[in-house]
């Protein structure tokens, strides 16, 4: 097991404010209608009950801020196909939620071209607050040409450009969370009439190269101060970032092998980069269908498969590739191409099919290896998986749903008993912020992350 402290392995669930995040088609379900109406709160409130049920770390809402408009040359599949679009704003609803869950964290995506990084700042220390902590942000630089063009941008810039960006975006947020406020600025002093102690609150003065940034903060700092970083990118810009910035960094991946190898070279990173190797944890995206015996997890899988909708697939991958799956034989063999989209998914298409088998393999074996990729099996099968992930390094599992809520509740019901029986999955939740949740610690960053050289004592 890769992490020197664990005593047990994360679960989170990865799903989305629409109605199809990743197994398009299955929206049209008759059984799918809690999923079609996902505008409505009280779906959601059933969800993060069940999750808490299950002793779930956080639930996960992935973003885009455009629709993939890439496949057949625009946006019209995707539209048509409800490939995550409509998509409703995760920080809205996560608000929403936080008043009816007590412990589970409320992890959203946030692009660094979403939004000017002082509004956001605040936003995420109020639902932090309003939340008691509970809140995780997962730092994206986003691959959607027609995303960047709603927010005053001719063009997405470069893959590496992107990262950039999120240097200095970060730095600005970092700079507002952990410098601006001293501790004990906020007296809320009724006998002196003091709210706050102006001398213990500090403008930032940040001028970068893309944001001017004055400040102070408008909020007062949160019980995390910065929220719990997450990060998904797993090309060499995306590892360099995730090993500065993630303390917990999210995986797809499709073998244990190359999930486990992406993991030991983040961390790496991360020990060369100051930080200690227990600073960073590893959740790997996975796709389960169980149900009590072999023989009805197989039909169900069959019963759920038979919905996938290819061009509903096909709108999302070729977005995430930056390549028009339309406008290309996938019955031919793989070679290279490169792409300006997600580099790291397209490594790991690559890496999973041998050297010498690549003239075989074809464009569509590979794509769908990665969006029809799915477990199957009984309970004691799918924690049997899930050790295999956890001996490769990873420590803990980013459950993806067929149908929401259904996927969710099968494995709270099956799988959860199953891996506290084996001591790998927590039987309570342990008290404190999501931070002292994961990490077994304070609720504020460790000295070793960057964001604290940010403070004023830093
Ligand atoms: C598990 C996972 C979740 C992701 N969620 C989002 C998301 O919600 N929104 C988004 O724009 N990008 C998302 N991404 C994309 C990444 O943040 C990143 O931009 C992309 O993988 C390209 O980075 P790379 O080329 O460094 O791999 C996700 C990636 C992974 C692996």
Not at 304 to 319: K, P
Not at 324 to 350: A, C, K, N, V, W
Not at 386 to 391: G, K, T
């Amino acid at each position: 097991m890769a992490s020197n402290d664990r005593d047990r392995l994360l679960l989170s669930a990865i799903t989305m404010n629409n109605a199809s995040h990743f197994a398009h088609g299955l929206w049209r379900r008759p059984d799918a209608a809690r999923q079609r109406d996902f505008e409505r709160l009280p779906e959601w409130l059933d969800l993060v009950k069940t999750l808490e049920r299950g002793r779930f770390d956080m639930l996960f809402l992935a973003d885009v801020l455009g629709a993939y408009d890439v496949y057949e040359g625009g946006w019209e599949t995707t539209v048509r196909e409800g490939t995550q679009f409509p998509t409703n704003d995760p920080l809205v609803l996560l608000a929403a939620l936080s008043g009816g869950s007590e412990h589970l964290g409320l992890a959203l995506t946030s692009s660094v071209f979403y939004q000017h990084p002082f509004p956001f700042a605040r936003q995420i220390s109020t639902l932090d607050h309003l939340s008691g902590g509970r809140v995780a942000w997962n730092v994206v630089t986003s691959v959607i040409e027609n995303g960047v063009r709603n927010v005053g941008l001719d063009q997405l810039p470069a893959h590496d450009d992107r990262y950039r960006w999120a240097d200095e975006y970060v730095e600005v947020v970092y700079k507002l969370w952990e410098r601006s406020w001293e501790d004990g600025a906020l007296r809320k002093d009724v006998a002196a009439g003091v709210f706050t102690d102006p001398a213990r609150v500090h403008e930032i003065a940040h001028r970068g190269e893309r944001y001017r940034v004055g400040g102070p903060h408008l909020s007062a700092p949160s019980p995390q101060r910065t929220p719990v970083m997450l990060q998904a990118g797993s090309s060499d810009a995306g590892r360099e970032f995730a090993a500065a910035h993630a303390e917990v960094v999210l995986i797809v991946a499709t073998t244990p092998g190359s999930a486990g190898k992406l993991a030991a070279d983040i961390r790496r990173r991360a020990v060369a980069a100051g930080r200690r190797a227990e600073d960073v944890k590893f959740l790997v995206a996975m796709t389960f269908v169980v149900a009590p015996t072999e023989r009805q997890a197989k039909d169900l899988d069959a019963d759920l498969a038979a919905w996938l909708s290819d061009d509903g697939i096909y709108a999302q991958i070729s977005g995430h590739l930056q390549l028009d799956l339309s406008t290309i034989d996938l019955d031919r063999p793989l070679d290279e191409f490169e792409t300006e989209g997600m580099q790291g998914i397209l490594r790991d298409m690559r890496e999973r099919v041998p050297p010498e088998r690549r003239a075989e393999t074809t464009y569509r074996d590979v794509i769908d290896g990665f969006a029809r990729r799915r477990f199957v099996g009984s309970p004691e099968r799918v924690a049997d998986e899930i050790e295999r992930w956890a001996a490769a390094g990873m420590d803990g599992v980013n459950v993806l749903e067929m149908i929401r809520p259904d996927s969710y509740e099968d494995f709270v019901d099956l799988v959860v008993p199953v891996l506290q029986e084996r001591g790998l999955s927590q039987r309570d939740y342990r008290p404190g912020t999501l931070r002292e949740k994961i990490f077994g610690a304070g609720p504020r960053l460790p000295a070793t992350h960057p964001a604290v050289a940010a403070r004023p004592d830093g």
